[in-house]
């Protein structure tokens, strides 16, 4: 079975700094994904940015970049200079397969990142 | 831009009484899905459906029904609401195939009294 975990419950981060997020996995499949994605306080998920267990560049959209190692099984979400408006509730999710071979994610239990000025 | 729409952003229900959660996508995406989202559990599949009238159980399936009767509609329903059934709901929606992003709706607060 798959399994994420972020260890990190709340961060803190001041305006125009750098913050990392933790995320690791554990998967037994060969071939597997990585999702992040951002929940403001209004509810919505929204996706960030997405990693393929074979690509080979760690990838990056914006200001949101994600560490990919695989070895150790982890993939961090870094976002740099970060904005009051990244203010929100954090998700790590990993592709897993159901019972009938349809894809799902798994996520994980979430981090809370607040902003400071 | 993909939407996707849930009926409502808060609902409050009786115990015993059948919920009914409605959620539309507009991007013709064959996959639905239905998540709850508790405090420090994260999200948990519920249903999932990959086509009209198709439906797979989640990890969570017990207490929970679902309906998909037009692609763009993916109905939730509760047949007798109890109270640890109180979370939000949140719905989403993909393209068929392997690793494609989900698009979730704004969520629905239900509780139950």
């Known amino acids: 079975a798959q399994k994420i975990t972020q260890t990190q419950p709340g961060m803190f981060v001041q305006e125009k700094e750098a913050v990392t997020l933790d995320c690791t996995y554990d998967?037994?499949?060969?071939?597997?994904?990585l999702f992040w994605y951002k929940q403001p306080s209004s509810g919505e998920m929204i996706f960030l940015i997405y990693?393929?267990?074979?690509?080979?560049q760690n990838a990056t959209e914006g200001r949101y970049s994600l560490n990919f190692q695989k070895a150790r099984k982890s993939a961090n979400l870094v976002i740099s200079a970060s904005q009051l408006g990244d203010s929100a509730m954090y998700f790590c999710?990993?592709?897993?397969?159901?019972?009938?071979?349809?894809?799902?994610?798994?996520f994980g239990t979430g981090t809370r990142l607040l902003v400071s000025p | 831009d993909v939407k996707v729409t849930q009926s409502s952003r808060y609902l409050v229900k009786r115990t015993g009484e059948k919920v009914f959660l409605e959620c539309v996508q507009d991007?013709?995406?064959?996959?639905m899905f239905w998540y709850r989202q508790d405090p420090g559990l994260g999200l948990r599949l519920i249903y999932f459906?990959?086509?009209?009238?198709?439906?797979e159980k989640g990890d969570i399936p017990e207490g929970y029904s679902v309906s998909r009767e037009k692609k763009e509609r993916f109905s939730l329903i509760l047949e007798s609401a109890s109270t640890n059934q109180t979370s939000m709901y949140l719905c989403?929606?993909?393209?068929?195939?392997?690793?494609?992003?989900?698009?979730f709706g704004p969520g629905t607060r239900l509780t139950v009294t």
């Open positions: 989403a929606s993909s393209w068929a195939g392997q690793n494609y992003e989900q698009y």
């Open positions: 990693q393929g267990s074979y690509d080979e």
């Open positions: 998967t037994s499949d060969q071939s597997y994904g």
């Open positions: 459906s990959y086509d009209v009238k198709m439906k």
């Open positions: 991007m013709d995406h064959e996959n």
């Open positions: 999710a990993l592709t897993g397969y159901m019972n009938t071979g349809f894809q799902k994610l798994v």
